[in-house]
């Protein structure tokens, strides 16, 4: 990642705990993301249809929008942010909410907790980033 | 970390000239060096020390410490030395967190509940932003937890500068470059101010461990460090502000002490819990537990 003469992939880290975020942030950042952040999927969509990203990262569990209704806006949008790459990461394990993920549009999903070097090996997938 | 001393607070005014003075009398006899640039720290120390000694001013202070009456000197160097605090101080204390204590109480949670944390007194921050960092890279469910930290402490001007999070690198001198690099950002020569993220990752308040109003607003916590500041305060004080952090914890919390401190002889109320890296203190899961 982050060659010389390559765009940074820039991504969106949505979850409402700042700790989380930060330690999601940190990890991406060292590998050569450029990483902005959302506290929820209201603030989300304002971002992701005012800024361009490669891969937007989202919780499901979130006050005032979650992560799953985040999504079918998203994927319900009349603009290319429709076709945005989405990697959910939830602290639920059920085949039903991994179902419900991707009835909602995510492209991948994982269950928390999630290692730093395996969080940067998805998003490097995601993003066309891996060699 | 003897910022949430219940006692008085004393309103000595001390002026550039004055602290100027004092710095170079402090480096002839002692070798030690401060500048400007620690006034907030060099200002906490001498307030503590003209209100031990009884002086009524800054110049009464000062001839006392010259004429080193009751050996002041030595004792104005230990409030130099022994109260600075540092990120990662004690880490035995943050490692029995990560590899014993949140286990336990993560065990007690469904996946995305919320664990809540205290650092009382949290002085300058130095305490709860280490708790972070720590967390951050040593608890691998540190995602999978809704975690409040909350630093709080009795003085207005402490948790200010900890809000602002600007620290000199002897503050810093137990972090890695690696981590310094990731979450401090410099401001300027030996000044780094901690990561925006983190800043906003702590909630501090105002709180006197003694003041059972002021404690009934901290409620809930799964585990608290309250380190090095019982010892300030007489047995009375000691039992009452013990009783107030066992209601601010939840049945089965835990609590850390100073490494010179014991619960056991101020109050009856918690058990000893015994674990690898540290004793600590933990409130029964049942008040008759």
């Known amino acids: ?131 | 970390m003897d910022d949430a001393k219940g006692g008085a607070s004393y309103a000595v005014h001390i002026s550039p000239e004055d602290v100027q003075r004092f710095c170079e009398f402090l480096y002839r006899r002692t070798g030690l060096s401060f500048t400007e640039g620690k006034r907030y720290f060099i200002d906490r120390r001498l307030e503590d020390r003209i209100a031990a000694t009884g002086s009524s001013s800054f110049q009464a202070y000062f001839s006392l410490l010259r004429a080193d009456a009751d050996h002041e000197i030595e004792h104005l160097i230990n409030s130099f030395t022994v109260n600075e605090t540092y990120f990662y101080r004690e880490e035995h204390q943050l490692r029995c967190m990560t590899s014993s204590l949140l286990d336990v109480i993560a065990s007690h949670k469904e996946p995305g509940g919320t664990v809540r944390i205290w650092s009382v007194p949290c002085s300058t921050g130095e305490e709860p932003y280490s708790i972070a960092l720590w967390l951050m890279e040593n608890w691998p469910q540190v995602d999978s937890y809704n975690i409040e930290i909350v630093g709080s402490d009795i003085d207005t001007r402490a948790l200010k500068a900890a809000a602002e999070g600007i620290y000199g690198d002897r503050a810093l001198m137990r972090l890695s470059p690696d981590l310094i690099d990731r979450y401090f950002r410099f401001v300027a020569e030996g000044r780094h101010q901690i990561d925006d993220g983190l800043r906003n990752s702590i909630e501090f308040t105002r709180v006197n461990l003694i003041d059972s109003r002021d404690m009934a607003l901290h409620r809930d916590f799964d585990l608290i460090f309250c380190r090095n500041v019982l010892i300030y305060f007489d047995d009375a004080s000691r039992r009452q502000a013990a009783e107030n952090l066992y209601g601010c914890l939840r049945p089965g919390g835990y609590i850390c002490l100073g490494h010179s401190e014991s619960m056991s002889r101020i109050s009856p109320l918690f058990r000893v819990a015994r674990f690898p890296d540290a004793i600590v203190y933990q409130r029964p899961e049942t008040d008759h537990g």
């Open chain 1, 1 to 131: 990642m982050a060659d010389i003469g390559m765009p940074k992939a820039r991504v969106l880290v949505v979850d409402d705990s700042s700790l989380v975020r930060l330690y999601y942030r940190s990890a991406l950042e060292q590998a050569g993301f450029v990483v902005e952040q959302a506290i929820n999927g209201i603030e989300a969509m304002e971002r992701v249809l005012s800024e361009s990203f490669d891969l937007v990262i989202v919780d499901v569990n979130m006050p005032r929008m979650d992560g799953f209704t985040f999504l079918r806006s998203l994927r319900s949008s009349a603009t290319d942010v429709a076709m945005l790459p989405t990697l959910m990461i939830s602290t639920e394990a059920g085949l039903e909410d991994v179902a419900e993920a991707r009835r909602a549009g995510a492209n991948f999903y994982l269950v928390k907790p999630v290692a730093q070097t395996e969080l940067v090996r998805h998003v490097s997938v995601l993003t066309g980033a891996a060699m």
